[in-house]
Structure formats: C-alpha cells, structure tokens
C-alpha cells in the first residue's frame, strides 16, 4: 500500500523561503510523476510544480516561477520543493500527490492516484 507524508511547513516569516520533503512509501507500481498542489483558505487545490519520473522535466505554475524549484532523489521516491522571496498569498496547506501513470504537469488534482496529508506553511508579514 502506497503511503505519501510530507515534511517541512511551518510558519516563516515574509520574504523568507520554505523546503518542503516528500516520501513515498510502499510503491511497486515503477517510477513515479511527483508534483506539489496547494490549497488557500476557501480555495480549490492547484498546482504548484511538478517533476517526472527521472527529474528530466520540470514544470511550474506560473505564479511559482522564479520563486520555486522542485527536485527528487535518485531512488525516485523522495522530492522536495524550496518556495521563496513568500508572500501572505502563500499561505496554504501543501500536498504532495504521485502517480505512476501522470504527467508531471497535469495540474487537476482529482486525477492523481496517491496523495499525503499536507504540510501547512503559514506566512506571517
């Protein structure tokens, strides 16, 4: 059974930066398209950046580039994603979401396969 946990929210202050972890647990269904979503207060989830099997591709939302940078492990079950130069705007619970069969840059949530719990990040001015 696949498990999804991200790490690494907490509060951090305006125009700081954040490094968000993912691990995925219990795949045998191969490699893995990986991306981060967010959800803001009242808001439905969106995406943020995604990254492909091997980390060849990259892809963000527009409001994330410049300001993100997604990378993975080797093993291909772990990534993370540093935001920075944050805003209030930022604040959100973010996700992690994985799936074997999924391009990294397919940014509707309800068609990824696995998903964590979320890691709250909370920008404070």
């Known amino acids: 059974q696949v498990q999804v946990a991200e790490s690494g929210g907490g509060p951090v202050q305006s125009g700081g930066s954040v490094t968000l972890s993912c691990a995925v647990y219990?795949?045998?269904?191969?490699?893995?398209?990986m991306a981060w979503f967010r959800q803001l207060p009242g808001k439905t989830r969106e995406g943020v950046a995604g990254?492909?099997?091997?980390?060849?591709?990259?892809y963000y939302a527009d409001f994330a580039k410049g300001r993100a940078t997604i990378s993975r492990d080797r093993n291909g079950n772990s990534m993370n994603l540093r935001l920075s130069a944050l805003k209030s705007d930022d604040s959100a619970m973010y996700y992690c979401?994985?799936?074997?069969?999924?391009?990294?840059?397919?940014?509707?949530?309800?068609?990824?396969?696995?998903w964590g719990q979320g890691t709250q990040v909370t920008v404070s001015s």
């Open positions: 990254i492909s099997e091997y980390g060849s591709a990259k």
């Open positions: 979401a994985a799936d074997p069969d999924r391009y990294a840059d397919d940014w509707h949530p309800t068609r990824w396969k696995y």
């Open positions: 219990g795949n045998s269904e191969g490699t893995l398209a």
